[in-house]
């Protein structure tokens, strides 16, 4: 069965420049959550997309943005790094329909960025 | 407020121990769902379990068995007769309905099998 892709796996910046993560659902999934996960922390809620529309905003830096497009993948691009930035980002992908929370949420295997 | 607490930073037991996760949650709404998730050490999030506030029955899937108690607010989460390959971070995590799904998680817990 096909799962969440996320691109790069592994991605190694210098502070100050900028990264884009990209995402790609499951077919048919037409809901996109971010998550950010830290050294030994849980993973936060970033934000969230629901048939190409933000459907809620987390914890995101405003160094953050992000977007779904037609064909469902999300990008979320990131500028002016900070060594605080580096994490596993997680992409989750889900069937929900208008973002109801009793569908379980697929995850990606997550991109580790590393901010030098 | 939301908020999911667990307890357990770490655990350590023998292979074929039973072993409890614990997890504790702080919701006002009455519609809410509860998961867990594993992430071994390679990283990813493998989903568990969904339950949702309304289905206080206990479910048991092979070695893996779940016990909701809204009285007490916890969803505890037991490995029968562990074994080496379920040494992970365990985490409990929240959703509100009506609030897009996202993910409210604890702080997870470590548990090491050792043989």
């Known amino acids: 069965a096909a799962g969440v892709i996320q691109s790069p796996r592994h991605l190694i910046k210098e502070k100050r420049e900028t990264a884009t993560l990209k995402c790609y659902p499951i077919?048919?999934?037409?809901?996109v959550y971010w998550y950010q996960q830290g050294p030994g922390q849980d993973p936060q809620f970033l934000i969230s997309?629901?048939?190409?529309?933000?459907?809620d905003k987390g914890s995101i830096p405003d160094r953050f943005s992000a977007q779904q497009f037609s064909d469902y993948h999300s990008e979320l691009n990131m500028s002016s790094l900070e060594l605080g930035d580096s994490a596993l980002y997680f992409c989750?992908?889900?069937?929900?329909?208008?973002?109801?929370?009793?569908?379980?949420?697929?995850f990606g295997p997550g991109t580790r960025l590393t901010v030098l | 407020a939301q908020k999911v607490t667990q307890a357990q930073t770490e655990i350590s037991v023998v292979e074929k121990e039973d072993v409890t996760l614990d997890c504790v949650y702080e919701t006002r709404d009455t519609t809410y769902y509860l998961f867990w998730y594993k992430q071994p050490p390679s990283g990813e999030l493998v989903f568990l379990i969904r339950?949702?506030?309304?289905?206080?029955q206990n479910e048991i899937s092979g070695r893996y068995s779940w016990n909701f108690q809204k009285s007490t607010s916890s969803f505890n989460f037991t490995i029968t007769a562990s074994q080496v390959v379920d040494s992970a971070v365990y985490f409990c995590a929240l959703s509100l309905y009506n609030q897009g799904g996202k993910l409210i998680f604890g702080q997870g817990t470590e548990l090491s099998v050792k043989p």
């Open positions: 077919p048919r999934h037409d809901t």
């Open positions: 997309f629901y048939e190409k529309m933000q459907s």
């Open positions: 339950r949702n506030s309304f289905d206080e």
């Open positions: 989750a992908s889900s069937p929900a329909s208008r973002g109801e929370s009793y569908n379980e949420q697929f």
